[in-house]
Every structure is written in C-alpha cells, then in structure tokens.
C-alpha cells in the first residue's frame, strides 16, 4: 500500500532518473508501469546474456548442472517478460467489469513466474536423474569457470536491483523476481562448489548438485506462489498498518472509538477499507458527520486509501446504561478473554430491558458461535430476570 520514500541511489536510482519522468511519483500508476518496465526490460537483457554464456560453456563441458542453470536463466527472461505485460495491464483504469480496477493482476503474474520456476526444477531434477544413471565426463575450463563466477556478481546485482525497485514502489511481482535473482546465485554458486570439486578431485557431484539446485529452486517457487496465493485469496493487513490506522483516527477530537475495521486488497496502491467510528450521542449530528468526512478524506490523502466510515453514536453520560455495559463486558470476557464488545445500547420496557450489542470473535476461539450466544444470553439473564441479551456476532477481520 505505501512505498520507501528513501531515493533509489547507486546504479537503480541512475538507471530510474535516466529512464523514468517524474520517478519521485511512485503513487502515479503510470509512472509504476514506467519502473516495471524498466525491471523488465533490465531482466531480459541480462537473463538473455546469461543464458547464451552458460549454454555454451555448459554444452561444451558437458555439464547437466550448467546448462540447466542456463535454462533457468532463460526462464527468468520469460518471467520478465510476464512482468512487462503485468504492469501493463495493472495500470488499465476501473471499468464497469472491473470497478476496483485492474492490479491484482500483478499477483496473478507473480503466481505465473513461480509456476514457471517450479517446472524448471522440476525438469532439472529429472535431468539429474538421467545424468546419475547414466554418467559422462565433465571438463571445466577456466572459461567456464570465469562465466560462473561472472553470473554469481550479475545476479547478485540483479536481485538487489529489482528489491529495490519492488520496494520503491510496493510491487509483488518485482519482490518474486528478486527472490528469484536470490535463488539464481545460491544455485549458480552450487554449480560452481561442483566445478571446482570436479577439477581438483576425481569426485564428479555435478548431478548431486543439480538435484540440490533443484530442490533449492523449487523452494523458492513455493514461497512465491504462497505469497501471491494469500494475496489472492484476501490476507489480513499487517499488524502495522492496523496499528498506523487506528492512531490516524484516534487522533481526532470527538473520536471516543472504532471497531470493525476491514481493509481489502486490490492491488499495490489500491486498498479499500471500511471501520465504524464511535462519537458521543449528545454532539450535533452534523458536527460528527462533519468530523467524520474530514477523516475520510484525510486518510485518503495520507494513506491513499478508499475509505468509508459508518458513524456509531454512544450514550456515554447514563450511569444506568454504564453499570450495564460494565457487566456485560465482564460477562462475556468471563466466557472467553478473548472476546470483545461493542455498539452497546439499552431498549427500556415496561417489564424487562432488552441488551444490545455486538459480540467480535477471534477466528481462533475455540468456543462455537452458537455456544458463546447461548452462554451470553443465559448468563445475563442470571444476573438479573428483567435483562435479556440481544447479540451479534462479529469477526475480526484484520
């Protein structure tokens, strides 16, 4: 949702201030689209060169572990080039179809490249495999060997490169390629441990290494696409974000509380969020309304979020109403401490009052919903014959 504000230094901010107008501008989403295609592109030029390097040296030694570390290679060019189009098509605006707009489909490309990773490592296990059962002489050349070693520092430099960019501007699919870049040196630094052991030894681990890589690789793979799947899927904010939100409101006078704050996904730079504001019942209502829009717009300023706030007056000056709310609090923490209350209010009869709040449950309770209502009710009602307990059961959501 928000992005580094430290300036890109070394060779990344060089390459961003030659290539990318108005690079500062990391909100705009064209100017997100202007730094995906710089990684992009970036990425393809160097996995083209490794590729064609790797391949030769690997093909004329008759190393499986190199050559594969070179299909790998050019893997990695086609995961870029599913990154250029990602970016491209994440900065489409909302449409009637897609009235949160288009940039989730970063996460769907980021899910694209570590499929696309794991199926390499899966071919290289299989390779291996073959290279075990049936093995053949190997011979490293100190040109070889120089070509790794090469491959190692560019790689090296790639996965800072497009981390920094990923931070820069919030961007799944550029953290996937970095951890990718990551997952190229430990791989490519294995191929080379076996180049060297097989120069200086009668030892050949070439295959063993390459089954290693392979596992290694699709480590990674899985990582990514678990990564991309919870995004998908609906993941909880981080607890910071939660935290930064409710200090953002609670700051205002006239704030006396929030409770069911929800914040949905969209995409990087792309979060729509809900959360009821509680403000004291004997204030203007057009005094709270007032507060209320000024947070709205506030917020979305502040954290360039789609924010909507449902106003919740409290009675906070009845004693009769306050020893109420005190004892059912106590009650329903008496059930589960991890419980919790919210929008309370008393209906008054003739013969009974009725109490009506809202109960929030943790995912985790182990208490079934159906429990915690009944043990409300029933205890309430203990207390006291005239109180009956009128509940609604809330999740937590972030």
């Known amino acids: 949702m928000e992005s580094s504000g430290k300036e890109l230094g ?9 290539f990318i107008k108005n690079h500062k501008d990391v909100e705009n989403i064209k100017v997100r689209e202007q730094f995906g295609r710089l990684g992009g592109i970036i990425g393809i030029i160097v996995n083209v060169f490794l590729f064609a390097a790797k391949f030769t040296v690997g093909t004329l030694s008759g190393s499986v572990s190199v050559v594969a570390d070179a299909v790998n290679n050019l893997s990695d ?17 909302a449409d009637n179809t897609h009235p949160f707009g288009h940039a989730r489909i970063e996460y769907i490309s980021s899910s694209i490249v570590a499929v696309v990773i794991m ?20 011979d490293f050349s100190s040109i070889a060997l120089t070509v790794l070693v090469l491959s190692i520092f560019v ?11 990923g931070k820069r501007i919030n961007s799944m699919i ?27 030894t009668s030892i050949n681990p070439d295959a063993y290494i390459g089954i290693a890589v392979a596992i290694f690789i699709i480590y990674s793979a899985i990582q990514i696409l678990r990564e991309t799947m ?21 700051s205002y006078d006239g704030v006396i509380g929030i409770h069911d704050l929800v914040v949905h996904d969209y995409g ?28 709205e717009r506030e917020i979305s300023n502040e954290y360039n979020m789609n924010m909507v706030i449902h106003m919740d007056p409290i009675v906070t000056d009845d004693p009769f109403v306050n020893e109420l709310q005190k004892m059912t609090e106590e009650v329903v923490s008496g059930i589960d401490n991890t419980l919790s209350i919210h929008d309370f209010r008393v209906v008054k009869g003739p013969t009974h009052y009725n109490l009506i709040f809202d109960v929030t449950v943790p995912f985790d309770c182990k208490i079934c919903i159906k429990e915690i209502t009944e043990q409300i009710k029933q205890r309430i009602h203990e207390k006291d014959k005239s109180l009956y307990a009128v509940v609604t059961i809330d999740r937590f959501y972030v």
């Open 268 to 295: 990087p730079h792309n979060t729509f969020a809900s959360v009821h504001v509680e403000v004291d019942a004997n204030t203007d209502v057009l005094v709270s309304h007032d507060l209320i829009d000024n947070i």
């Open 119 to 138: 199926f390499i490592g899966f071919e290289l296990i299989k390779t291996s495999i073959e290279k075990i059962i049936h093995p053949q002489p190997i």
């Open 77 to 93: 060019a086609g995961s870029s080039i599913i990154s250029l189009m990602s970016f491209k098509m994440a900065a489409k605006p």
């Open 10 to 18: 070394g060779i990344t901010g060089f390459l961003a201030r030659l």
């Open 174 to 200: 550029m953290q996937a390629t970095a951890a990718d870049s990551m997952a190229d040196v430990m791989s490519t630094s294995a191929v080379f441990v076996s180049a060297v052991i097989s120069r200086l």
């Open 230 to 250: 919870n995004r998908i899927l609906g993941q909880a904010p981080s607890e910071e974000l939660i935290k930064r939100i409710e200090s953002f409101i609670l």
């Open 155 to 165: 790689k090296l430099w790639l996965f800072y490169f497009n981390r920094k960019l």
